[in-house]
T-cell receptor, first 118, second 114 residues
C-alpha cells in the first residue's frame, strides 16, 4: 500500500490557461473521488468514479472541468480556461467498494495538488 | 440531503487536558459518520468511523466519538491532549444509497498549548 499519489504537488498558472492534474489511487481500490478544498473550508465533493464509470458529479463541476478514469486505474482532472476562483487544493481519494459491509468504506486521501491561478 | 455542523471553528486546550470537538449532523436516514484529521501540508487521515454498530467508537491516537441519535451529535473526545494533536479536524457524513460522496464540515482547528 503506497498510498494515493497526486501530481503535481503545486501548480501556478495564468488565468485562461488549461491545467491537468493526475491521481494514482491505491491499486486495489475501485472507487476514486475528487474534492476541492479552499482555505479555511472543508473539502467539497467534485466527482466520483467506480472503476472507469463516472457515477456522480457535483454542481460545482462546471463545464470547464472534466475528469476521466480511462482504464479504471489513474484519473485526471482537467480545468480549462482557469479563473482565479479555481485557486484551491484539489484532493483525490480512493476506497474499496462493493455491496458487502461495511458500507461506505473509508476514503484514503492523497496530499493534494495546490493550484494557484494568477 | 445530509449535512454536518462543526460548532467551533477553533478550540484551544492545554497539553494534558481533555479535548472536545463538537459535531451535529443532519440526515434523513441512518448515516455513516467519520472524523478526519489534517495536519499542515499533509493529507487527510481517518481518525474513526461510525457505521451503525457500537455507538461509542474508538479511533487512533486515543480519540473516540459517541453517536447520539437523539441529539444528532457525533462529538470527538480525547482524555488528554498532546502537542502532536494540533491540527484541523473534520466531521464527515456519508451520502445515502447510490451516492458515495462524503459531506465535510467546515473544520475545527485544535491548538494545544504547552
Amino acid at each position: 500500500d503506497t498510498g494515493v499519489s497526486q501530481d503535481p504537488r503545486h501548480k501556478i498558472t495564468k488565468r485562461g490557461q488549461n491545467v491537468t492534474f493526475r491521481c494514482d489511487p491505491i491499486s486495489e481500490h475501485n472507487r476514486l473521488y475528487w474534492y476541492r478544498q479552499t482555505l479555511g473550508q472543508g473539502p467539497e465533493f467534485l466527482t466520483y468514479f467506480q472503476n472507469e464509470a463516472q457515477l456522480e458529479k457535483s454542481r460545482l463541476l462546471s463545464d470547464r472541468f472534466s475528469a476521466e478514469r480511462p482504464k479504471g486505474s489513474f484519473s485526471t482532472l482537467e480545468i480549462q480556461r482557469t479563473e482565479q476562483g479555481d485557486s484551491a487544493m484539489y484532493l483525490c481519494a480512493s476506497s474499496r467498494g462493493g455491496g458487502v459491509p461495511p458500507r461506505d468504506s473509508p476514503l484514503h486521501f492523497g496530499n493534494g495538488t495546490r493550484l494557484t491561478v494568477t | 440531503a445530509q449535512s454536518v455542523t462543526q460548532l467551533d471553528s477553533h478550540v484551544s486546550v492545554s497539553e494534558g487536558t481533555p479535548v472536545l470537538l463538537r459535531c451535529n449532523y443532519s440526515s434523513s436516514y441512518s448515516p455513516s459518520l467519520f472524523w478526519y484529521v489534517q495536519h499542515p501540508n499533509k493529507g487527510l487521515q481517518l481518525l474513526l468511523k461510525y457505521t451503525s454498530a457500537a455507538t461509542l467508537v474508538k479511533g487512533i491516537n486515543g480519540f473516540e466519538a459517541e453517536f447520539k441519535k437523539s441529539e444528532t451529535s457525533f462529538h470527538l473526545t480525547k482524555p488528554s491532549a498532546h502537542m502532536s494533536d494540533a491540527a484541523e479536524y473534520f466531521c464527515v457524513v456519508s451520502g445515502g444509497t447510490g451516492r458515495r460522496a462524503l459531506t465535510f464540515g467546515s473544520g475545527t482547528r485544535l491548538q494545544v498549548q504547552p
